[in-house]
């Protein structure tokens, strides 16, 4: 029978047919010819269905999880490590990709490449799947020789990133859990319970308090039809003033930074942004990116509206001629202890180091920040979920204790 194959032959990527009895006889010959077979198949013949056209990749490129991404560059820095080229390489990954929907991404990547396109150059034309960091950095490996150093850099930055995404996701579960139990339980009291003690009261024809009427308003309200409609509207009131503002540059900058005014909270948004500054930053330049490239690159990372504007600011003014540490201080906008690190490192001609170093002294503060947000926000949410709890009771309970009096 024949066999047709895919595998790689000499580190470089091979297909081709082989006779044999059976397909475990044609892996062993195969490998006897030292070749590593990924994928391997009869040629026997196959009804006829009709060609259907390759599929194109989406403008722009697919927007691909964090963690495909990061298993993709992963997987292309192992193969680069152990001497295969690009094109084998993405072969390989073609064929391992569990996305079907960004195989054609990497079709269109293979066919870049092979027309002789530097691979940063072809990641530019997927901004959705490969962000101006990303590609950076790949340029900076092209130029120095070391592609294979800087994709396992990438690997790094987007492993800290997704670290980032993982730990705020842990802070906010258990919070979420309650307020939903919570939620639900509130809504089954005002839905089902609250009712039978109207229709108690309502016999029994005694004064009620305004606790008690306000619990019962509310529950008629949740029961009536015109609830949805209320709530919905309200949704969409507060749609159009979040599409508003994020419009208004001038207002996002200031709702941006009261954002990070905020007990806890803004201390963990601040760690988290100076976290990525400084990495990215430390990346860029160890790659040999001039310092008002990499600020326009780092501004274009970073989602703060205040932050940008600051960015932008501190690049103007390195323009001008500036040092980094006195154009950050004058924005007021980053931490003393940032600008002392970058200031030694400007002094000592060690910028990177420094920005590195203080890059894993604010991942270590933001974890310390998300701990104390944890802290913080659970025992808050037991005790307000408590009160509520509590009010609906008392409220529902008074009345009835005034008949006992009564009778």
């Known amino acids: 029978m024949k066999y047709v194959w895919k595998g790689l032959k ?20 195969l490998k006897q010819d030292g070749t590593i077979v990924t994928t391997i198949s009869d040629d026997a013949p196959k ?18 999880s964090d963690k495909e991404l990061l298993l ?14 690009i094109v084998p390489a993405l072969e390989m990954l073609k064929i391992q990709t569990e996305n079907p929907a960004f195989t054609p991404v990497i079709d269109d990547l293979l066919i870049q490449i092979n027309a002789g396109v530097p691979l940063s150059n072809a990641f530019e034309k997927y901004p959705n799947t490969f962000d101006n960091v990303y590609i950076n950095l790949v340029k900076a490996g092209e130029a120095s020789g070391n592609l294979d150093t800087f994709l396992e850099r990438i690997t790094l930055n987007l492993e800290k990133s997704i670290a980032i995404k993982k730990a705020i996701k842990s802070a906010m579960m258990y919070p979420i859990i309650l307020l939903s139990v919570a ?23 005694v004064e009620l308090p305004m606790a008690t009427q306000m619990v019962m308003a509310i529950s008629d ?11 919905g509207v309200l949704f969409g009131i507060i749609m159009i003033i979040k599409k508003w503002l994020q419009s208004n540059v001038s207002l996002m900058q200031k709702f941006d930074k009261a954002m990070m005014k905020l007990p806890v909270v803004g201390q963990l948004i601040s760690d988290s942004i100076m976290a990525r500054i400084t990495m990215v930053l430390a990346n860029l330049i160890t ?5 008002i490239e990499a600020m326009e690159i780092v501004k274009n990372s970073i989602s703060n509206t205040r932050i940008q504007s600051s960015l932008e600011k501190v690049k103007r003014d390195i323009f001008s001629g500036k040092p980094f540490s006195v154009a950050l201080r004058e924005t007021k906008d980053f931490p003393e202890t940032m600008c002392g690190f970058i200031e030694v490192g400007e002094e000592t001609g060690k910028l990177n180091e420094m920005l590195t170093t203080v890059s894993v002294y604010y991942e270590e503060e933001f974890d ?19 009160l509520v709890i509590g009010f609906i009771l008392v409220a529902m309970y008074t009345p009835i ?7």
């Open 10 to 29: 000499n580190n470089t990527f091979a297909e081709g047919e082989i006779e044999a009895e059976s397909k475990d006889e044609a892996i062993f010959t």
């Open 47 to 64: 009804k006829e269905t009709k060609k259907v056209a390759p599929k194109k990749a989406a403008k722009g490129g697919l927007k691909i």
């Open 72 to 85: 993709f560059t992963k997987k292309l820095t192992t193969m680069m490590q152990a001497g295969l080229a």
């Open 183 to 205: 939620v639900t339980v509130v809504g089954v009291m005002m839905i089902f319970v609250v009712p039978v003690f109207v229709d108690i009261f309502g016999n029994a024809g």
């Open 221 to 231: 309200f949740l029961r009536s039809w015109t609830a949805p409609i209320i709530l």
């Open 287 to 291: 790659g040999g990116v001039n310092l």
């Open 368 to 386: 310390s920040s998300v701990d104390s947000f944890s802290q913080l926000l659970e025992p808050l949410m037991i005790v307000f979920l408590g």
């Open 401 to 407: 204790f005034k008949m006992g009096t009564a009778v």
